[in-house]
Nanobody
Framework: QLVESGGGLVHSGGSLRLSCAAS????????MGWFRQAPGKEREFVAV????????NYADSVKGRFTISRDNAKNTVYLQMNSLKPEDTAVYYC??????????????????WGQGTQVTVSS
């Protein structure tokens, strides 16, 4: 089970940190990703981190503003979001990929999903 938290309403330029707590799986055996879906749009890749945290990858739209990290002792993955823009408004989902070395960017590569948390950025 994956449970996201930390979403909310923030002004443009502000920051939020999302968390995703995992249970019922061996967290350190999975690479973890963040995706988002805006109204009327398809789900899109945001960021991914390998099992150890040694490698990460980001969508071009968030590179330099968002940072993904994980704490395997706490079974939690984070997404620090800075310099937020109105176009970042979406439901954000975390996901687990059982190929722990992969930096998957497609949603079909992921085995487990959270329920999502809403992020709204006002202009």
């Amino acid at each position: 089970q994956l449970v996201e938290s930390g979403g909310g309403l923030v002004h443009s330029g502000g920051s939020l940190r999302l968390s995703c707590a995992a249970s019922g799986l061996t967290f350190s055996s999975y690479s973890m990703g963040w995706f988002r879906q805006a109204p009327g749009k398809e789900r899109e890749f945001v960021a991914v981190i390998t099992w150890s945290g040694g490698s990460t990858n980001y969508a071009d739209s968030v590179k330099g503003r968002f940072t993904i990290s994980r704490d395997n002792a706490k079974n939690t993955v984070y997404l620090q979001m800075n310099s937020l823009k109105p176009e970042d408004t979406a439901v954000y989902y975390c996901a687990a990929n059982h190929f722990r070395y992969e930096l998957g960017t497609d949603s079909y590569e992921y085995n487990y999903w959270g329920q999502g948390t809403q992020v709204t950025v006002s202009s």
